[in-house]
């Protein structure tokens, strides 16, 4: 059974070595994580995680949400986010979490499990990596390591 503790490790791990594995690979990674939080329906964007030498999260925080207080900056604080998190996602706030050896992998996954549970998520398992975030053009990939489901 899944936990808030295992959401938190099962990430730590996988974070913190993605930016070294994608400067490593040349390649970027892009996944969305999902989750029916609390007044909205089906599965909406919680997280965008791209990673393309550099750790960046954005996030589409729930209305009502103070994402501040959580430990995020407004998009607009964080201008050179924009390349890896598009616009058009429209993430309300974001996280430049650092390089390859730069990364806190722990408060990372940590500030995943805040925003998850001050969203009202519910249980752990209802995270999941979107469908989408297993294609790394040219290729098909399975994150293992970060413990979601996909869909």
């Known amino acids: 059974m899944w936990s808030w503790k295992a959401l938190s490790d099962a990430p730590a791990g996988f974070l913190g070595t993605l930016p070294a594995e994608s400067a490593a690979l040349g390649l970027r990674f892009s996944m ?35 994402a501040a207080a959580l430990g995020r900056q407004p998009a607009a604080a964080l201008p050179h986010t924009h390349d890896f998190v598009r616009d058009s996602d429209a993430p309300r706030w ?35 990596l979107g469908g989408e975030g297993e294609w790394t053009d040219p290729y098909e990939v399975k994150f293992y390591g970060l413990g979601l489901r996909s869909g």
């Open 32 to 66: 969305p994580l999902c989750g029916p939080a609390k007044g909205t329906t089906g599965e909406p964007m919680l997280f965008h995680v791209e990673c393309d030498g550099r750790l960046h999260i954005g996030g589409c925080a729930p209305d009502g949400m103070d």
């Open 94 to 128: 974001r996280v430049d979490a650092g390089g390859p050896g730069e990364v806190d992998a722990s408060a990372v996954a940590e500030l995943l499990v805040r925003t998850a549970r001050a969203a009202d998520l519910g249980d752990p398992p209802s995270l999941v």
